[in-house]
């Protein structure tokens, strides 16, 4: 059974950093695309960031771009998003996603995987 369980969430002023893991049980991340979502209050599920399994590309949310990181760690079978410089506008419940897909989107419907969520608030 494919299960992602996320952590790292937490409270933060602005202008902290954060890191947030997702470890992949069940199958192997190293052939799946990984993504990271977040969702606002009364927002819709937005795009953070994604990365494919076979180039490593990666891809960002143009308001994140500079600030936030995604990674990745085949041989723990996780992986991570870094984020620095936050803002109280990143405050969100963040998912980590993944689908075994060969081009990693920030389209929340290409992903059938899902973790529970963290939440992260950015806040003085």
């Known amino acids: 059974q494919l299960q992602l369980v996320e952590s790292g969430g937490g409270l933060v002023q602005p202008g902290g950093s954060l890191r947030l893991s997702c470890v992949a049980s069940g199958f192997s991340l190293r052939y799946y695309a990984i993504a990271w979502f977040r969702q606002a209050p009364g927002k819709e599920r937005e795009g953070v960031s994604c990365?494919?399994?076979?180039?490593?590309?990666?891809r960002y949310l143009d308001s994140v771009k500079d600030r936030f990181a995604i990674s990745r760690d085949n041989a723990k079978n996780t992986y991570y998003l870094q984020m620095d410089s936050l803002k109280p506008e990143d405050t969100a419940v963040y998912y980590c996603?993944?689908?075994?897909?060969?081009?990693?989107?920030?389209?929340?419907?290409?992903?059938?995987?899902w973790g529970q969520g963290t939440q992260v608030t950015v806040s003085s």
């Open positions: 990365m494919s399994s076979s180039t490593g590309k990666s």
């Open positions: 996603a993944a689908e075994s897909i060969t081009v990693a989107t920030l389209d929340a419907g290409d992903y059938g995987s």
